[in-house]
């Protein structure tokens, strides 16, 4: 009996230990979503910070695609999210991820800008425990009036 404790001891703990992969100090993952009432694919001076939208946090096994790590959370009334990451997912790979649109005039999800890719660990020289996800964005069904004027600014600007 006293073996098999002793064999417990050296072995199947350490490695639960190491499985949970807690970190002292939580990782941060904090990003802004908006929606872009002229439907351009990117953020104009029309863009509006999108308050309640839901956003999730997925990290997936890098050699089998599978999610092992969700969590969830939604914007606050400036369009910013913060979810709280207490693992670390070296050896994965971390998105944030739109979920749900809290204005259904503007639900649909901008193609490209639907996630943003995160590092979420402790052992890549980073000092800061908050990781910036890009923008992340919802279009409106239809066109503002006056996002043709918007738009044709960025045109001028390129010629």
Request: glycine share 6%; net charge negative.
């Amino acid at each position: 009996m006293a073996k098999m404790l002793l064999f417990v001891a050296l072995c199947l703990v350490p490695s639960l230990v190491s499985a949970t992969r807690m970190v002292k100090n939580p990782l941060m993952v904090q990003g802004q979503v908006y929606c872009d009432r002229c439907r351009a694919g990117f953020e104009t001076p029309k863009t509006t910070n999108m308050a309640g939208a839901k956003v999730k946090v997925v990290c997936s096994d890098r050699k089998t695609g599978e999610v092992v790590y969700e969590r969830e959370g939604y914007t606050d009334s400036t369009g910013q999210y913060k979810i709280r990451v207490s693992e670390d997912h070296l050896d994965e790979i971390c998105d944030a991820v739109l979920v749900k649109s809290s204005q259904p005039e503007c639900a649909q999800m901008t193609p490209g800008r639907e996630r943003a890719r995160v590092i979420l660990t402790n052992f890549n020289g980073i000092a800061s425990n908050t990781r910036f996800a890009n923008a992340m964005g919802f279009m409106a069904d239809e066109a503002e009036a006056g996002c043709a004027e918007v738009l044709k600014l960025y045109q001028e600007e390129d010629e």
